[in-house]
């Protein structure tokens, strides 16, 4: 029988279920999962990508969140104005903590340190508030005048009915700049999820392809899924350049829109968050024919694997030369580091409930760290970034496809460009390279581990009580909550004002945090009020 540092998961999870009402605890069942991979690499299956239960307090964002927060929020050079109250602008303003290199783009254009919003009022709700967005795009026009506006739709306008795209049209064709809409209205979909779909559609709608220049570099590829969280992307720039891998565009961490049209120049797409960012790689594929990889650079071994395989996509041994002397190079200061620290980090168990990749990638580094993860779950990924490649996602039950404008992208006859050949493509495939593929959590995760998806805060709490693990990874809205249990909060997605994590250099950096959380005497010192005097128990008792 499977065990869970001593415990039975299956008596575990009946016991957290019993708390719900059957018809809630039906539902949570489903997405709480105790892992089995099979001798096929195959995973049981988890229900994910669905709504969540009312009343359950989530961990997830919304859909305006995901498309403007995330996806297009750390391009420098677009003007991002949302249309609404002021809240959501002011609310997704640099919280994520993707940071950019202004120096990069020649016109030094960077919008990232404004927060533009048609600051909707009661009038506009009544009366519509089409006018008040054309003036906005109008003063950020005649005050920046930047390359490109885009808008981004808040609950009340689609509730209200404003037509963005229509103004965009307009206010494109008055000025002569690229203007676009994206109607991600919070209330779309089930979490972030779907505003990643809409933000991918539309970036690819009204952006890639634009500019068919080849510009310079012998590996030219293009970074999908990476958001610069704390200087990540900028890392993985350095080991590039270093490499003499040529990045073409990134998708979307110290970006520019110049690089967004341009990218289907690129030779490859490598993806490091397939779930925010896999229709892009999908619809690039279809329209240009270029083919899709996923790499992984959290962790220094993850990094040198992709690195690896980056090069062997390339087939020069120039370039496999160059990957191997790099990772020899930059290899041995990581190691020292693990050493030193992983007398101190082995055998601790680590907890991580985050978005849709990172709880999934973060187990890399615990595990170069000798670290256990007891459990893990996103916020709102999907079948795929659970289960692994050999099971895709229904699409019929995909919350993400309902409400959702879909585009249908075809194969652009004059452009399209196989970048490799039938032939090379079925070698590399004979030898065990995987393109398109689905790289999920479970059949990395030992059986017994216990996989929840969507996790609420009353799991959380009984998680905690029960297993009392070393460390807990998720965000701000959880963070004091389980630091009040005694247990150390890392930020997987702000990083707590922390990072790179990413790469080579990133892997070091997390070492010396997760050493200094997990062994720091502070938590001991923590007791609850209840705790120290029994008599409020009653007072505070929620459970
Ligand atoms: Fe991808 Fe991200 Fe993530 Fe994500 Fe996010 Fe993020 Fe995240 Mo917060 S794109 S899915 S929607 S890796 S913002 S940089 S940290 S939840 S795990
Ligand atoms: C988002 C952004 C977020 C929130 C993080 C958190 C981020 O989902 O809108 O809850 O701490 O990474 O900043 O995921």
Same mark, same amino acid.
């Given at each position: 029988?499977?065990?869970?540092?001593?415990?039975?998961?299956?008596?575990?999870?009946?016991?957290?279920?019993?708390?719900?009402?059957?018809?809630?605890?039906?539902?949570?069942?489903?997405?709480?999962?105790?892992?089995?991979?099979?001798?096929?690499?195959?995973?049981?299956?988890?229900?994910?990508?669905?709504?969540?239960?009312?009343?359950?307090?989530?961990?997830?964002?919304?859909?305006?969140?995901?498309?403007?927060?995330?996806?297009?929020?750390?391009?420098?050079?677009?003007?991002?104005?949302?249309?609404?109250?002021?809240?959501?602008?002011?609310?997704?303003?640099?919280?994520?903590?993707?940071?950019?290199?202004?120096?990069?783009?020649?016109?030094?254009?960077?919008?990232?340190?404004?927060?533009?919003?048609?600051?909707?009022?009661?009038?506009?709700?009544?009366?519509?508030?089409?006018?008040?967005?054309?003036?906005?795009?109008?003063?950020?026009?005649?005050?920046?005048?930047?390359?490109?506006?885009?808008?981004?739709?808040?609950?009340?306008?689609?509730?209200?009915?404003?037509?963005?795209?229509?103004?965009?049209?307009?206010?494109?064709?008055?000025?002569?700049?690229?203007?676009?809409?994206?109607?991600?209205?919070?209330?779309?979909?089930?979490?972030?999820?779907?505003?990643?779909?809409?933000?991918?559609?539309? %970036?690819?709608?009204?952006?890639? $392809?634009?500019?068919? =220049?080849? +510009?310079?570099?012998?590996?030219?590829?293009?970074?999908? #899924? &990476?958001?610069?969280?704390?200087?990540?992307?900028?890392?993985?720039?350095?080991?590039?350049?270093?490499?003499?891998?040529?990045?073409?565009?990134?998708?979307?961490?110290?970006?520019?829109?110049?690089?967004?049209?341009?990218?289907?120049?690129?030779?490859?797409?490598?993806?490091?968050?397939?779930?925010?960012?896999?229709?892009?790689?999908?619809?690039?594929?279809?329209?240009?024919?270029?083919?899709? %990889?996923?790499?992984?650079?959290? $962790?220094?071994?993850? =990094?040198? +694997?992709?690195?690896?395989?980056?090069?062997?996509?390339? #087939? &020069?041994?120039?370039?496999?030369?160059?990957?191997?002397?790099?990772?020899?190079?930059?290899?041995?200061?990581?190691?020292?580091?693990?050493?030193?620290?992983?007398?101190?980090?082995?055998?601790?168990?680590?907890?991580?409930?985050?978005?849709?990749?990172?709880?999934?990638?973060?187990?890399?580094?615990?595990?170069?760290?000798?670290?256990?993860?007891?459990?893990?779950?996103?916020?709102?990924?999907?079948?795929?970034?659970?289960?692994?490649?050999?099971?895709?996602?229904?699409?019929?039950?995909?919350?993400?496809?309902?409400?959702?404008? &879909?585009?249908?992208?075809?194969?652009?006859?004059?452009?399209?460009?196989?970048?490799?050949?039938?032939?090379?493509?079925?070698?590399?495939?004979?030898?065990?390279?995987?393109?398109?593929?689905?790289?999920?959590?479970?059949?990395?995760?030992?059986?017994?581990?216990?996989?929840?998806?969507?996790?609420?805060?009353?799991?959380?709490?009984?998680?905690?009580?029960?297993?009392?693990?070393?460390?807990?990874?998720?965000?701000?809205?959880?963070?004091?909550?389980?630091?009040?249990?005694?247990?150390?909060?890392?930020?997987?997605?702000?990083?707590?004002?922390?990072?790179?994590?990413?790469?080579?250099?990133?892997?070091?950096?997390?070492?010396?945090?997760?050493?200094?959380?997990?062994?720091?005497?502070?938590?001991?010192?923590?007791?609850?009020?209840?705790?120290?005097?029994?008599?409020?128990?009653?007072?505070?008792?929620?459970?």
């Amino acid at each position: 029988k499977v065990t869970l540092d001593n415990l039975d998961p299956e008596e575990v999870k009946a016991r957290i279920m019993a708390k719900y009402p059957p018809k809630v605890a039906r539902k949570r069942s489903k997405q709480f999962v105790i892992n089995k991979v099979g001798e096929d690499g195959k995973t049981p299956v988890i229900n994910a990508n669905v709504r969540t239960v009312p009343g359950l307090m989530g961990q997830r964002g919304c859909c305006y969140a995901g498309c403007k927060g995330v996806v297009l929020g750390p391009t420098r050079d677009i003007i991002n104005i949302t249309h609404g109250p002021i809240g959501c602008g002011f609310y997704s303003w640099l919280t994520r903590r993707n940071q950019t290199d202004p120096e990069s783009t020649p016109d030094g254009h960077n919008f990232m340190t404004y927060c533009f919003s048609t600051d909707m009022q009661d009038e506009e709700i009544i009366f519509g508030g089409e006018k008040k967005l054309k003036q906005a795009i109008q003063e950020a026009y005649d005050n920046f005048k930047p390359k490109a506006i885009a808008v981004f739709s808040t609950c009340p306008v689609g509730l209200i009915g404003d037509d963005v795209h229509s103004v965009c049209r307009e206010m494109k064709e008055k000025l002569g700049i690229n203007i676009f809409g994206f109607s991600c209205e919070g209330y779309k979909g089930v979490s972030q999820s779907a505003g990643h779909h809409i933000a991918n559609n539309g %970036i690819f709608k009204h952006v890639v $392809g634009l500019d068919d =220049t080849i +510009k310079e570099g012998k590996y030219r590829i293009n970074l999908l #899924g &990476e958001y610069n969280i704390g200087g990540d992307a900028f890392e993985i720039e350095r080991i590039f350049d270093k490499c003499g891998i040529t990045q073409v565009a990134a998708y979307s961490g110290n970006s520019s829109i110049d690089a967004f049209a341009n990218s289907h120049t690129a030779d490859l797409n490598c993806i490091m968050c397939h779930r925010s960012i896999n229709y892009v790689a999908e619809m690039m594929e279809t329209k240009f024919g270029v083919p899709w %990889i996923k790499v992984n650079f959290i $962790g220094a071994e993850a =990094t040198a +694997k992709s690195l690896r395989k980056i090069a062997q996509y390339f #087939g &020069e041994q120039e370039l496999i030369d160059k990957v191997e002397e790099v990772i020899a190079e930059e290899l041995p200061e990581v190691e020292a580091a693990c050493a030193e620290v992983r007398p101190r980090t082995e055998g601790k168990r680590a907890m991580l409930f985050v978005g849709g990749s990172r709880a999934h990638h973060y187990q890399e580094l615990f595990g170069e760290l000798g670290m256990k993860t007891l459990s893990a779950g996103y916020e709102f990924g999907h079948r795929d970034d659970y289960e692994g490649r050999k099971v895709l996602p229904d699409i019929k039950v995909d919350a993400d496809s309902r409400n959702i404008e &879909e585009l249908t992208i075809e194969k652009d006859p004059e452009r399209f460009n196989p970048r490799i050949s039938e032939e090379r493509k079925a070698e590399l495939e004979n030898s065990g390279f995987e393109f398109n593929d689905y790289d999920g959590m479970m059949p990395e995760m030992p059986d017994g581990a216990m996989v929840i998806d969507d996790l609420s805060q009353w799991e959380t709490d009984q998680l905690i009580k029960i297993f009392k693990p070393d460390l807990f990874c998720a965000g701000i809205k959880e963070k004091y909550t389980v630091q009040k249990h005694g247990i150390p909060l890392k930020q997987l997605h702000s990083y707590d004002y922390g990072g790179p994590y990413a790469g080579f250099k990133g892997a070091i950096n997390f070492y010396h945090e997760i050493d200094r959380m997990v062994n720091s005497r502070v938590w001991e010192y923590m007791k609850a009020p209840w705790d120290k005097n029994p008599e409020l128990a009653a007072t505070y008792a929620c459970d």
